[in-house]
């Protein structure tokens, strides 16, 4: 009896402690959805968080008709191909349901209301639709060339067909697929492959240009041919066009956002336009945290054409009240929310594999829209229906604090960013949050370590810049005071020397030149970068070098590149330190040189050049001298700098290349006994060379790989018979 009280009680007290437990542990409703919810880093690596949006309806699965046939009787007439949402300010939702030819119009708790169809001049497959703040219903009616103006009971009020105007082109499409119309009454039309743009219309529906076009794709091959080719060469190549603009959306502040997609198109799909149609996207703000590239998705879902990533297709945006927008992707499938500066709040989503519609799961995805609370309305054309989400408490909480931050209350948004980082230590905005409220506050150590680890150089710079200033007008005196000490025994020092250094050290120099013979060798780099053509001829012809000087010069410059990739201040090299191991450093440097050796006395042997391999290996490493003496103290140097100092910095570091590309260059005229012609040409094809080395050893790696996979399944079929 004793025993089984005992018991009871034991068991009470750990049913209470994993109340208790439960109680303090943050839940997340992952199992109300039927999707993942993600967000990345600041180095790209996805990261799981709590869900931010769940589903929770799905509308126009029961839709019905007059029954032409039977009247007074009603017919199921679902949606078919649907193309296009629109939610008005009274959260009305409109759908273009291309293939019956009509606009479905439910309310905003998503009940049936009315079709419209416009019985005296049909529909003919519409793939848009859009109502101003009047209430009046604009249509692309894409099978009929045009865009109608309704009312809001369904009269026809205006048509605009194709523009008459002098500067519209005859080679224009006028195939309206997407519409919308600003505050003032300017209407704004999406063509089928309208590269020239938007249509702009005024309030009369006259034409009054093109806006908001993309720019021609141009490449560093472009750049060659329009350097070297004869105006006749360019005028028979295939003119390039700019991608088209497939869809637009416009926010409270009259902004219009454009979308483009293509297979092409891996940047800038999503665009922000001014009135003079410039992307105000892309511009960078001051912790330098735009975005130019939109569509998330997951490293499992890739997939490939013609060994090709196929980036997102994005086919439509939606702006809400705090100008936060969400795309969606047909691709893979996926929404992808970002603040009004571009940063990645999370996406979720990604393909089906249901064969009947299941809540919160899109197949083909074709518009998005989002009313006034906040709910996410998406378009699924293959299944015909609407799918609904609202915010969950994670995600309504990660709005609160980003919509402080953006309105600059950064005070006012700490305590939500904590929360948010207490349920997800690794969500980057609420880190990039705090990294702002610590700078707003001063404390710039603890900002300048938030901005490293959300990845924002720029943010690291600006705090890292208050550190530095504040430390120098701490110590100013002192540091002032030390310089003019300093410049005293300078003087002294050298007054009393008079010289003697100098002989001392040229007498040391000389007594170990001639004991050691690699002390004589490895002293020759200096005389290289004082005379670089007689010094790299010594090489060959007076044995200042050999393979074990070159070798030793070779560690120094791969253990060089290693300290620089490390001690590279962030704010100068933003890199993930997981990233910078020696394996990663040290293997395409030696690959490139080792392949750079080959190629160049190859390619000398079979064009007259006089180098036997042993110079080119010994000279190649020589030449690499200018990387050892500069690459480590500038990269120390660059921890006392900021991205304001970033032009002495550059310039630093493309001195230092453009002297190791001079350094290549005499090397090989000397080694090889070369015109200047000679020796570029001979480069020119060294490199080409190396390129085909490059692709051939992948190649043969590959094969190797398959090979050794075909031989692996012969023996397990064998071991199986």
């Known amino acids: 009896m004793k025993f089984n009280c005992g018991l009871r009680a034991w068991l009470s007290v750990v049913s209470l402690a994993l109340i208790l437990t439960a109680v303090q542990v943050p839940h997340t409703a992952w199992a109300d959805v039927t999707y993942g919810t993600f967000t990345k880093d600041s180095y790209g690596h996805q990261i799981d968080t709590q869900p931010a949006y769940t589903p929770f309806k799905m509308i126009g699965k029961d839709l019905a008709a007059p029954d032409p046939d039977n009247p007074g009787q009603f017919v199921a007439s679902p949606m078919q191909k ?30 049936f209301e009315r079709y419209y169809e416009l019985a005296e001049n049909p529909l003919n497959a519409p793939q848009g639709v859009f109502v101003d703040e009047k209430g009046h219903i604009f249509i692309a009616d894409t099978g009929n060339k045009r865009v109608v103006r309704l009312s809001a009971s369904g009269q026809l009020l205006k048509e605009y067909k194709r523009p008459e105007s002098s500067n519209v082109p005859e080679e224009l499409k006028y195939d309206p697929i997407k519409v919308a119309a600003d505050k003032r009454g300017y209407i704004y039309i999406v063509t089928m492959g309208g590269y020239y743009g938007l249509v702009q219309l005024n309030p009369d529906g006259e034409f009054q240009r093109f806006y908001g076009a993309n720019a021609a794709p141009f490449s560093f091959i472009d750049s060659i041919k329009r350097a070297f080719y004869t105006r006749e060469m360019y005028e028979n190549e295939t003119s390039k066009i700019p991608p088209a603009v497939n869809n637009l959306a416009i926010d409270d502040g009259g902004f219009i956002y454009t979308v483009t997609n293509g297979a092409e198109v891996e ?41 090709i990533t196929t980036p997102p297709q994005i086919v439509d945006v939606s702006v809400d009240s705090e100008g936060n927008f969400t795309v969606v992707d047909s691709y893979y499938t996926y929404l992808s929310q970002y603040d009004a500066n571009g940063n990645l709040l999370f996406y ?57 931050t953006q309105e600059g209350r950064y005070l006012e948004s700490e305590q939500p960013w904590k929360e948010v980082l207490r349920l997800n230590e690794q969500y980057l905005p609420a880190i990039l949050g705090l990294a702002q409220v610590a700078y707003k506050k001063g404390n710039y150590e603890e900002a300048a370590r ?35 000490v300093a410049a005293v025994l300078i003087f002294v020092v050298n007054r009393l020397a008079r010289g003697r250094t100098n002989r001392m050290m040229e007498g040391f120099s000389n007594r170990m030149d001639d004991r050691y013979l690699l002390f004589s060798q490895l002293k020759q780099a200096f005389v290289i970068l004082r005379h670089p053509i007689d010094g790299f001829t010594a090489l060959r012809f007076e044995n200042k070098g050999g393979y ?35 394996t990663s450093v ?6 490139l040189w080792c392949g750079w050796v080959v190629s160049n006395y190859l390619i000398s042997s079979i064009y007259r050049g006089e180098g036997r391999f042993k110079d080119v290996f010994v000279g190649s490493a020589y030449a690499l001298t200018p990387f050892i003496l500069i690459g480590v103290p500038l990269a120390v140097l660059s921890n006392v700098m900021t991205r304001a100092e970033g032009a002495i910095y550059d310039y630093l570091q493309l001195g230092m290349y453009i002297w190791l590309a001079f350094l290549f260059i ?26 085909v080395l490059a692709v051939l050893i992948f190649l043969v790696i590959g094969l190797t790989n398959e090979l050794l996979v075909f031989v692996h399944e012969v023996y397990q079929e064998v071991l199986l018979r």
């Open 586 to 591: 040290l293997l395409p440097f030696l690959g």
């Open 548 to 582: 074990v000087s070159a070798c030793i010069l070779l560690v120094l410059t791969g253990s060089a590149l290693l300290l620089s990739e490390q001690m590279t201040s962030f704010a100068f090299n933003p890199v993930s330190p997981s990233s910078v191991t020696v």
């Open 82 to 111: 649907p193309s296009d949402v629109y939610i008005s300010e009274s959260d009305e939702i409109y759908v273009a349901d291309t293939g019956n030819n009509r606009i479905v119009k439910f309310d905003k708790d998503g009940n």
């Open 666 to 691: 005499w090397m090989v005229q000397s080694l090889h006994n070369y015109t200047v012609g000679e020796t570029l040409m001979n480069m020119i094809m060294s490199l080409f060379a190396l390129i």
């Open 267 to 307: 940047a800038e799909q999503i665009k922000k336009l001014n009135f003079q149609g410039e992307n105000i996207l892309a511009q960078y703000n001051k912790f330098g945290t735009a975005k130019k590239s939109f569509g998330e998705y997951n490293w499992y879902d890739i997939r490939y054409v013609d060994g």
């Open 450 to 484: 938030l901005f490293k680890i959300a990845g924002n150089d720029a943010g690291y710079s600006e705090s890292f810049w208050q550190i530095r200033l504040q430390w120098f007008q701490a110590r100013f005196s002192f540091f002032a005071t030390l310089l003019a």
């Open 348 to 404: 979720f989503g990604g393909p089906s594999s249901s064969a009947s519609s299941q809540l919160g799961l899109i197949k083909t995805p074709a518009a998005i829209d989002i009313n006034s609370r906040g709910e996410i309305y998406v378009l699924d054309s293959q299944e015909s229906i609407l799918q609904a989400y609202r915010l969950s408490e994670f995600g309504a909480m990660v709005h609160e604090a980003n919509r402080l």
